[in-house]
């Protein structure tokens, strides 16, 4: 098993199944990315440089899109309590799903512009 994949299982079930989700929509759109334990959570990289990270807490769903991932889309996360370069999706709440799908191919995009496809 892989360390994504054993620090996603040591949650809850109910945990696991967003973790899970997250993560697919993650390598959904970003087949090819670079995925690994950075900073004590699951990390992407695409064109070497960082792509999301994301993290589970005891009552939320930490997700990382920094640089410009957050800014891009402050309007959206502006509902959610946020941290410098980081936002919090409340576990006993909607995970946005479609919004972390919007932020990821942004990522992506930014990536690929800023640092070539390689």
Do not use: C, W
């Not at 889309?73 to 946005?96: A, D, R, T």
Request: glycine letters at 6%.
């Amino acid at each position: 098993m892989n360390e994504i994949k054993a620090y996603i299982n040591g949650f809850p079930l109910e945990v696991q199944e967003i973790l899970y989700k997250i993560r697919t929509i993650i390598l959904d759109a970003a087949p090819k990315a670079d995925e690994a334990m950075a900073y004590g959570m699951p990390g992407y990289k695409t064109n070497k440089k960082p792509l999301v990270y994301f993290a589970a807490y005891d009552k939320h769903v930490g997700f990382y899109a920094t640089p410009n991932g957050h800014e891009k889309f402050e309007k959206e996360l502006s509902i959610y309590k946020q941290g410098k370069g980081s936002v919090q999706f409340q576990l006993n709440e909607q995970i946005p799903y479609t919004l972390i799908k919007k932020i990821v191919a942004f990522r992506i995009k930014n990536n690929e512009l800023k640092y070539g496809k390689k």
